[in-house]
């Protein structure tokens, strides 16, 4: 017996009391009837009291309406009837219902199906459901169903027009839809909405179909799925916690107690790609040909995954790199593509980018018509994942579920687009001045370099001892005392020291820290000022300054604000700080990246203070000033701030020219020259400048677009590296003399460039402790064409065996459940809400 059936016999118990109470016998009969209907429907023997009591009942019943017993002999019988429905109708069947709208998605929940089959106390339903796509106007296109023909062999699909739930009102509901009305791309039919399936069971239980290599965004605890399901199994203890937090900031226990609701069972898309073999997913004989190499074992594959998200944040820049990728392909005889985009792809294109839709089209039918790549828009991906050599693409769920194979990951970026100049430029975000020289260290890799300030001529330096040889960002701001230049260390282990007369390199060890939440030791320090004999070294993630005395060897650490920053922070996920201080005498001056703050420190008493500084939404980027007004960036690109600090008040600017985006990480750098404030953009989509007489703020035209990682000054001029364009612009804001070229790497370390590259590559794993460690995201040191030579020309070896399994496990370990039975365990566990505790030993 179903939970459900037994549950509406007890309330028809209850209903005849009240009947019999006001003598309402003939009521009573009629429920006794139902009653004894539904245990003619039980198996032979099964509910024989309960049906003996209902039949003493009814006669009863009779008797009393006669006056032949008294109303009195009644008042026993239904405790009797409902103490042996408890007892001898406990549940002991289920009924589940799996809800899929694509085919696709559905490895979501499909080990938990498949859990279900397996228990022969369970009927489980596979129901594909109906949606629509949404259209550029917002409204529904056809009702659209993949029907059994979508799901294999070893699923039994139901109707979803031959069952009806409310009626059923199955035990539990399991779904990966979890947007309800909110998906702007598909949206399921409303039938199907979680805040109808909700009413409609006992337990409503959503699996997200989305996995990630660490924590999730807070934003996904917002969705209607976890708003109106019972329970939602997460993929991790990290991302249930994150789940439990933003979901409690943002409902409280309105909805269910978020401890109880969020249960970390791991995802069963990791159950879905475990095991993998190619010989379980046949290829066509016309994708076969093109894998096939006559010359000698077949050629390599590479998994190209392209997703809606950056499709849709990357615009015409999205398919710029979509063009350029295909044309790598096409020119490599050893390497076959395999492009399977997201199943949504042109819907979203159609619904959100209806301008791009013509053009992309047109791309994947080129692609499809040339034929020399493989187009995959099957529903199951799997196939991709068995067969090919590399993983290449967007970020995205597949990247955890594909680690986990050991096969090289690496994650595309639309920036690149154009051909890779990597062997012929630098790329850099900090910038000394020493008078004839500009110093600089590479973010791509391990080196120091110094550029000639007329004629931009490059010389490699050396390389930090003892520092990754890829190592990204490893050093942020540096300062120069005594002939030697300090350098902050990011990602860089310690403390960076360089004799510029004796070209020596040598470090400082710093003390342990922990870092702001998840920034690990990625982001220690972001700058570094002298003060007389000693270096102070500004916290990015790490919540403290560091002084380092150069006369006695010591350090010390200053941690007083971070109490006080705490008490105003605004973006508890951004780092404390992230561009130098501005200073003036004896102090420096921050803007808190997360809070609305700046951070006053006396480097002679060495006390912070923390100051309120613009609205309490606010958050910030840059800084510069003139020893009384400062002037800060608003991080969201909503705002500038003018900070007195005499009277420690401060005024908005907001009224920005025509046609600008911010955004978070709009504007960044900040440097005040020339009678302006230039405030240079990251990732909004122009720079500005605040002009200071009138407060007007205007495009900064002299540097057009945004991706600007530096900007500093020079006497009379600002010197900004564009990110995207890889180039240096210097600007004259007395003369107007603007010059732009990219920063040439010297020839003589071109090979130690290209050893630097397979060493990524082929990096030792066993240090790395998290899953992202393993990947290797696209830059201009390492690209797609690195990429597609590496898999040219490694071989299967001791050393690519370890790694692969090292990878496979630190991906395996992203899951609640390394090894798999995540389905099995988020069977079991809705089983145990429904029939309690008993159900273990079922």
């Not at 938990?112 to 409204?139: L, T």
């Not at 196939?383 to 290449?392: C, N, R, V």
């Amino acid at each position: 017996m179903r939970k459900h059936q037994q549950r509406q016999i007890l309330e028809l118990i209850e209903t005849m009391k009240e009947a019999q109470a006001m003598g309402l016998y003939a009521d009573c009969q009629d429920g006794a009837l139902k009653i004894a209907e539904f245990m003619e429907c039980l198996a032979d023997g099964a509910g024989a009291c309960t049906a003996a009591l209902i039949t003493e009942y009814y006669e009863l019943l009779y008797r009393v309406s006669v006056g032949e017993a008294g109303a009195d002999e009644l008042s026993q019988a239904l405790p009797l009837l409902e103490n042996s429905v408890r007892a001898e109708l406990r549940p002991d069947r289920i009924e589940a219902v799996f809800l899929s709208y694509k085919a696709g998605m559905s490895d979501s929940i499909e080990s938990v199906y498949a859990a279900a089959k397996a228990d022969p106390g369970c009927d489980a339903y596979w129901m594909p459901i109906p949606y629509y796509e949404r259209q550029a106007d917002g409204s529904l296109g056809p009702m659209r169903c993949e029907g059994a023909d979508c799901y294999g062999g070893h699923i039994d699909c139901t109707d979803w027009r031959a069952y009806d739930i409310a009626a059923r009102h199955p035990d539990m509901i399991f779904t990966f839809a979890p947007y309800d009305a909110g998906n702007y791309v598909t949206t399921v039919h409303p039938a199907f909405y979680c805040e109808r399936l909700r009413g409609l069971t006992d337990l409503l239980v959503y699996v997200p179909y989305f996995v990630a290599a660490g924590d999730v965004p807070e934003r996904f605890a917002d969705l209607a799925g976890c708003v109106h399901a019972h329970v939602t199994a997460v993929q991790s203890e990290q991302a249930r916690e994150t789940y439990i937090r933003a979901f409690r900031e943002a409902y409280g226990d309105r909805f269910g107690a978020p401890e109880d609701k969020f249960v970390a069972l791991g995802s069963p898309k990791y159950d879905a790609v475990l095991g993998l073999r190619p010989e379980d997913f046949p290829l066509p004989q016309s994708w076969r040909r093109l894998i096939e190499n006559p010359d000698g074992p077949r050629k390599k594959i590479v998994f190209y995954n392209t997703t809606v998200s950056a499709l849709l944040g990357g615009d015409e820049k999205a398919l710029a790199k979509l063009r350029h990728v295909l044309a790598c392909f096409r020119e490599c005889s050893d390497t076959v593509l395999w492009w399977r985009p997201h199943p949504l792809s042109e819907a979203a294109c159609a619904s959100m980018r209806p301008r791009l839709l013509a053009e992309y089209e047109k791309i994947i039918a080129d692609y499809r018509h040339e034929g020399w790549g493989i187009y995959d828009d099957a529903p199951d991906w799997r196939g991709a994942a068995a067969w090919s050599d590399a993983y290449y693409g967007d970020d995205s769920s597949l990247v955890a579920l594909y680690g986990t194979t050991g096969k090289p990951v690496m994650i595309q970026n639309l920036d690149m687009a154009g051909e890779n100049e990597a062997r012929g430029s630098l790329d850099f975000e900090n910038m000394h001045d020493d008078g004839k020289y500009f110093w600089f260290t590479a973010i791509h890799f391990n080196g120091l370099f110094r550029m000639d300030k007329e004629t931009w001529k490059t010389e490699y330096m050396g390389s930090f001892p003892g520092e990754d040889p890829a190592g990204v960002r490893l050093y942020g701001g540096m300062a120069e005392h005594e002939g030697k230049l300090y350098f902050a260390p990011m990602a860089a282990r310690e403390i960076g020291i360089y004799d510029m007369e004796g070209g020596t390199f040598w470090k400082i060890q710093i003390p342990e820290m922990k870092a702001k939440q998840e920034w690990g030791d990625s982001l220690k320090f972001c700058s570094v000022v002298r003060h007389n004999s000693c270096l102070f070294f500004v916290g990015c993630a790490w919540p403290a300054f560091l002084r380092y005395d150069t006369v006695s060897g010591k350090t010390d650490i200053f941690a007083d604000w971070a109490n006080q920053l705490a008490a105003l922070e605004t973006a508890p996920n951004h780092a404390y700080f992230g561009t130098a201080p501005i200073v003036t005498g004896a102090r420096f001056i921050l803007a808190a990246e997360n809070a609305n703050a700046v951070v006053v420190f006396d480097m002679e008493t060495c006390v912070s203070t923390v100051h309120e500084a613009g609205g309490k939404k606010h958050y910030f980027a840059g800084i510069c000033g003139d020893g009384r007004d400062y002037w800060l960036a608003a991080k969201d690109g909503g705002s500038v701030i003018k900070w007195d600090a005499g009277t420690k008040q401060y005024t908005e600017y907001r009224d920005f020219p025509p046609g600008f985006a911010g955004g978070d990480h709009g504007l960044w750098k900040m440097v005040r020259m020339g009678g302006h404030v230039w405030l240079f953009a990251l990732q909004a989509n122009m720079t500005l400048k605040l002009r200071l007489r009138d407060g007007k703020i205007l495009p900064a035209k002299e540097f057009p677009g945004g991706d600007y990682w530096m900007a500093v000054t020079s006497g009379s001029a600002i010197y900004a590296f564009n990110g995207k364009s890889r180039r240096l612009t210097m600007l004259d804001t007395v003369t107007g003399r603007r010059r732009e070229e990219a920063v040439l790497v010297p020839d003589g370390i071109r090979e130690r460039v290209d050893e630097i590259r397979a060493q990524v590559l082929e990096k030792d794993l066993g240090p790395c402790e998290n899953a992202p460690e393993c990947c290797h995201w696209e830059n201009p040191l390492l690209d797609l064409r690195a990429l597609l030579r590496h898999l040219a020309e490694s071989s299967d070896s001791e050393k690519a065996a370890a790694r692969r399994a090292r990878q496979s496990e630190l991906f395996r370990r992203t899951n609640a459940r390394p090894d798999g039975g995540s389905g099995e365990a988020i069977y079991e566990y809705a089983k145990r809400q429904i029939l309690g505790e008993e159900a273990n030993g079922k």
